[in-house]
């Protein structure tokens, strides 16, 4: 039993409230420290599963009100880290629409040509140069292949 009871305290200094609180029901039979550890790890439908087991309705209610208490505080760091995400968009729009196609708002026309065509037009150029540098010679294992299909 005591060694259950410091592998329990063990196992919550390493942040493993989970597997605490199994070592904590099943062999200390401590009801009451498992749930709290449940509801700590946020495992809340075991938490719910053993409380029912129980038939404790202390139990019950504390680990739905601690449920909607996490759920609220998610929710609210949900919604400032979109108020701080629509800030960023809002601040940065313009930049990154300006950068992103090499023109402001007072830019006149438009660009000729990207990066990306020249790029293809020079490797078609110089696919066509070793097509024409080849013709007519014949690549070691073609024939073998020609066979062989």
Do not use: P
Not at 75 to 96: C, G, P
């Amino acid at each position: 039993m005591q060694l259950a009871h410091e592998l329990c305290e063990e196992l919550q200094a390493l942040g493993k409230h989970g597997e605490a609180a199994k070592i904590a029901l099943e062999y200390c039979g401590d009801v009451n420290g498992g749930i709290n550890l449940l509801v700590s790890a946020r495992d809340w439908e075991e938490a719910l599963r053993i409380a029912f087991m129980h038939w404790r309705e202390d139990l019950i209610s504390e680990v739905k009100n601690a449920s909607l208490e996490c759920a609220n505080i998610l929710i609210a760091k949900l919604q400032s880290e979109e108020r701080s995400m629509n800030e960023f968009d809002n601040d940065t729009a313009a930049e990154t629409s300006s950068s992103c196609s090499g023109m402001s708002a007072y830019t006149k026309g438009t660009r000729k040509s990207s990066a990306a065509s020249i790029s293809s037009t020079t490797s078609t150029k110089a696919r066509d140069t070793r097509r024409q540098r080849n013709k007519g010679k014949i690549r070691a294992g073609s024939l073998v292949r020609r066979w062989l299909w």
